[in-house]
């Protein structure tokens, strides 16, 4: 028998084994998810900056630088031929927003101070070249012509134009440096985002691996573990234990099926026990049985042989005791004319009681042809035996339709002529006999009556007049040798039917018995 598992052990159960196992590895997965989704949150910003804010920001800062020196240019210009033609980019750049003050007022709204600063300082550098050398020339050329400009006006102009181009030179140098940067540090969260991705696939895998693994060690060989000892008990060694193993509800159900194989065995044990008993009761009753067969043989045989013996040294007896009556009867005193009539009286009786024995010997034991017997012929037949006794009391025999049953027409006859006969014996003298056989169809069976009005029988005698040789009226107020209903019993159980008495509603008996009915063809 199997141990049963520690209480600490039976808390560990599958559902529990489970929820922790999913839980880790849901966190396990989340974190590696978490860290997958901030790579590429991060490698798309760094995408996006390169490709849009620091490129949109190179290319408007090219704009303006390249606006810048044409401006200086046109200004230049102007002040060498006094066309105002000439001043048509400075005007173009004056009226486009790509200057450097639009940039440097766009770095104000960002977080990056020193681009600021560079945007800053080159939007400054522009006003001051535009406000100390751009207008007041053009202004002086307007009103005083090329010569009003001097050799040191010009020279102040080209100073802060050089500061102004170098100013914004700065500004876009800064800016191609960010974006290298950008252009590097996308290209590092690139890989970090594939080594993210190549490590979310492998935590996959992993996940996968293991969630197999757990199974396979909590569910499914503690199952087949089951599986195996149920069918090792299944196919009749239920000897072999039921090893508890596996979490809390494997362990619970292995130990249910180790109670029930426990339980079987205590079964089997005890209808082995049974069984041993009913097989020492069969051979008990199977000796019983052939001894009281042999029994019944050996009393059959000794009734036939004792009453067959019996014949001739009866009849002797029977035929010199007449002889002494016939010859020498009234020649004596009036005691020997008695003791002769005893002696002839008692071997009548004897031959009578003789012949009974034999036939009730006889039923069942010669075997008779078996066929399909009309009783209502039967009947008839049994009522021309009994003509004489049926004259000399007016008896009245009556019956309805008799239906037709397989069996041994001369037993079927004898016993027609017992009952009928036994109904004129015990006839009431106070009013004619009748007697009425009547049948009909119970399930299997036909169930027959024979009811007449004679003296009836009490119902505490029912059974007893069954028995042979019993008798409930001495014998020399009725006649008889006490085997004629045992002899009725014999053969209607000898064709597998029973026989009774029935109280009926008035004066008289009423004897019942079935026989089996034939079942028609289909």
């Not at 590429?40 to 620091?54: G, I, K, N, S």
């Not at 020339?137 to 100073?159: D, Q």
């Not at 059974?463 to 045992?486: N, P």
Request: charged share 25%; with cysteine; proline share 3%.
């Amino acid at each position: 028998m199997s141990v049963a598992p520690t209480p600490g052990r039976r808390s560990l159960t599958l559902r529990r084994r489970l929820r922790t196992a999913i839980i880790a590895s849901g966190l396990a997965l989340a974190v590696v998810v978490a860290g997958t989704v901030l790579v590429l949150v991060r490698m798309f910003d760094r995408q996006e900056a390169v490709t849009q804010t620091y490129f949109t920001a190179i290319t408007q800062a090219d704009g303006a630088f390249i606006q810048l020196v044409d401006a200086e240019t046109s200004v230049r210009g102007f002040a060498l031929t006094g066309d105002p033609v000439t001043l048509e980019p400075y005007e173009r750049s004056v009226a486009d927003d790509l200057s450097f003050r639009t940039l440097a007022d766009r770095e104000a709204q960002g977080t990056d101070e020193e681009l600021t600063a560079a945007a800053e300082a080159a939007a400054d550098a522009g006003r001051r070249w535009n406000e100390e050398f751009a207008i007041p020339v053009m202004e002086e050329v307007s009103t005083g012509g090329v010569g009003a400009v001097t050799t040191e006006e010009i020279e102040t102009g080209r100073l802060l134009f050089d500061d102004a181009r170098a100013a914004a030179q700065d500004y876009v140098d800064l800016l191609r440096d960010r974006r290298t940067a950008a252009v590097g540090e996308l290209g590092a969260w690139t890989l970090v985002a594939a080594g993210t991705v190549a490590l979310l696939v492998l935590a996959a895998v992993a996940l996968g691996i293991a969630l197999w693994v757990t199974l396979r060690r909590w569910i499914l060989e503690p199952l087949d573990s089951l599986a195996a000892d149920a069918r090792a008990v299944s196919s009749g060694d239920l000897r072999h234990a039921v090893s508890t193993v596996g979490p809390g509800e494997i362990a619970a159900l292995a130990d249910d099926v180790e109670r029930m194989r426990v339980t079987l065995v205590d079964q089997v044990q005890v209808l082995e026990a049974s069984r041993a008993e009913i097989e020492l009761a069969h051979e008990l009753l199977t000796e019983q049985a052939e001894e009281l067969r042999r029994s019944n043989r050996d009393l059959e045989q000794f009734a036939y042989v004792a009453s067959h013996d019996l014949q001739e040294p009866l009849r002797k007896i029977a035929s010199f005791t007449q002889l002494l009556q016939k010859r020498y009867g009234g020649q004596m005193d009036e005691r020997a004319d008695q003791y002769i009539a005893f002696a002839v009286d008692g071997a009548k009786r004897m031959q009578a009681l003789i012949q009974d024995l034999l036939g009730f010997s006889r039923v069942g034991r010669v075997g008779g042809e078996v066929s399909d017997v009309d009783l209502a012929e039967a009947l008839t037949d049994a009522l021309d035996n009994l003509s004489e006794s049926v004259a000399e009391s007016g008896a009245v025999v009556t019956h309805d339709e008799l239906p037709v049953v397989r069996g041994e027409r001369p037993l079927l006859v004898q016993l027609f002529q017992n009952l009928v006969g036994n109904a004129i014996k015990f006839r009431d003298p106070a009013r004619p006999p009748t007697v009425h056989l009547s049948a009909h169809r119970v399930a299997e069976s036909w169930e027959l009556e024979c009811r007449d009005n004679g003296i009836g029988i009490d119902e505490q005698y029912a059974d007893r007049v069954f028995v042979i040789f019993q008798r409930l009226h001495a014998k020399d107020v009725y006649e008889g040798t006490g085997i004629g209903l045992s002899l009725c019993k014999k053969i209607v159980e000898f064709h597998g039917g029973r026989i009774w008495i029935e109280q009926p509603d008035g004066a008289g008996t009423s004897i019942h018995w079935t026989l089996p009915a034939e079942v028609p063809e289909p």
